[in-house]
Nanobody, 126 residues
Framework: QVQLVESGGGSVQAGGSLRLSCVASGYTYGPNVMGWYRQAPGAEREGVAT???????AYTDSVKGRFTISKVNAESTLYLQMNSLKPEDTAMYSC?????????????????????WGQGTQVTVS
């Protein structure tokens, strides 16, 4: 049973930084893609960043230059370093793993295409 457990959320002032972590367990083979999504109150879930087995990354435009996604395979851990945080970054951030497709759609935009999800960690920027 694959489990994803996020941590690192919290409250921070605008301009501050946070680092989110997602620890994956239960995998026999590593996931093809992992990613971070977020959902603000009253809004749809949106992709923030993804990283694949070759460590190729993708970011939504609003976080480019501010957020960095990375992973440490030996630790089975996914990270999201968030700098220069803005109030509009306030949301529940969730980790996702193993993209099922369709291959014609970027994992960053295909919310329904993921096999596993974590419970989320709240980020509040004031």
């Amino acid at each position: 049973q694959v489990q994803l457990v996020e941590s690192g959320g919290g409250s921070v002032q605008a301009g501050g930084s946070l680092r989110l972590s997602c620890v994956a367990s239960g995998y026999t083979y590593g996931p093809n893609v992992m990613g971070w999504y977020r959902q603000a109150p009253g809004a749809e879930r949106e992709g923030v960043a993804t990283i694949d087995r070759d460590r190729s990354t993708a970011y939504t435009d609003s976080v480019k230059g501010r957020f960095t996604i990375s992973k440490v395979n030996a630790e089975s851990t996914l990270y999201l370093q968030m700098n220069s945080l803005k109030p509009e970054d306030t949301a529940m951030y969730s980790c996702a793993a193993h993209y099922l497709g369709p291959a014609t759609i970027s994992p960053l935009t295909a919310v329904a295409g993921w096999r596993y999800w974590g419970q989320g960690t709240q980020v509040t920027v004031s």
